[in-house]
Nanobody
Framework: QVQLVESGGGLVQAGGSLRLSCAAS????????MGWYRQAPGEQRELVAT???????NYADSVKGRFTLSREGAKNTVYLQMNSLKPEDTAVYYC???????????????WGKGTLVTVWS
C-alpha cells in the first residue's frame, strides 16, 4: 500500500501565494519522480512540476518563474510554492509519484486525490 497525503489548497486572490505539500509513504523502495499535475474544469490533466531522485526539476512553461518545487528526500515529501497566482491557475492539483515498490523490480505510478486551488481576481 502507498499513501499520498496532500495539503495546502485553498482560495487566494490573484497575485497571492499558496504552498502545496505532498507526503508519500508505504511500500516504497525508491522514488524516481514526484511532483504535481493539475486539471482545470473541462480541461485535460497537465504537468505542473516534477522532480527526479537526483533533484532535476521540470516545470510547465506557464508556471516557470512563479512556482518552485522542492523535495525533502528523507521524508519523501515535495512542496510546491506557488507565487504570483493567476485565475488561470485555478484547478485541482494532483500529487504524483513514480516509484519502485518494495520487493518489486517494476515501476509504479500513483496519484493523490487532489486538492483544489481557486484564484480569484
Amino acid at each position: 500500500q502507498v499513501q499520498l497525503v496532500e495539503s495546502g489548497g485553498g482560495l487566494v486572490q490573484a497575485g497571492g501565494s499558496l504552498r502545496l505539500s505532498c507526503a508519500a509513504s508505504g511500500s516504497i523502495s525508491r522514488i524516481n519522480t514526484m511532483g504535481w499535475y493539475r486539471q482545470a474544469p473541462g480541461e485535460q490533466r497537465e504537468l505542473v512540476a516534477t522532480v527526479t531522485s537526483s533533484g532535476t526539476t521540470n516545470y510547465a512553461d506557464s508556471v516557470k518563474g512563479r512556482f518552485t518545487l522542492s523535495r525533502e528526500g528523507a521524508k519523501n515529501t515535495v512542496y510546491l510554492q506557488m507565487n504570483s497566482l493567476k485565475p488561470e491557475d485555478t484547478a485541482v492539483y494532483y500529487c504524483n509519484v513514480n516509484f519502485l515498490r518494495l520487493g518489486s523490480p517494476y515501476r509504479m505510478n500513483y496519484w493523490g486525490k487532489g486538492t483544489l486551488v481557486t484564484v480569484w481576481s
